[in-house]
């Protein structure tokens, strides 16, 4: 897969996560570094066809916001039909590191990191 198309498809769900996912604004980071893992974790999961653990409620919280990102991309990303399981993963992983920057490692929100908050 050309990176061309895979900075696509990064940046296609970057945006919707970003205008259309109220998860991303927890007041902490560690708060949100954790909402990114397991939702786009499991999302991952879903869009490789894998069985997702719904063990504990936390779980299923995060699985319902799982569904509803793979549910739009599997249907606004037709590529992810072509790519193999790794190949999803890597898609996913870009992802999940581009949200971290975004929500947490490169804001400039200092309440992310205040001990009194």
């Known amino acids: 897969m050309a990176s061309v198309a895979t900075t696509d498809i990064v940046a296609y769900m970057e945006n919707y ?9 927890h007041s902490r980071a560690w708060d949100r570094l954790r909402q ?3 939702i786009i ?10 069985e997702v653990d719904l063990s504990t409620p936390e779980q ?4 319902i916001d799982s569904v509803i990102l793979a549910e739009n991309y599997k249907k606004n990303v037709p590529a992810l039909a ?8 890597d898609v996913m992983t870009q992802l999940k590191d581009r949200i971290d920057y975004l929500t947490v490692n490169g804001s400039l929100n200092l309440e992310l990191t205040d001990k009194h908050y």
């Open 41 to 50: 974790g499991i999302t991952s999961q879903l869009l490789c066809g894998e």
């Open 17 to 25: 996560i970003m205008k259309n996912c109220l998860w991303q604004f």
């Open 82 to 89: 072509d790519m193999s399981v790794e190949e999803i993963k």
């Open 60 to 63: 299923k919280c995060y699985w």
């Open 36 to 38: 990114n893992e397991k």
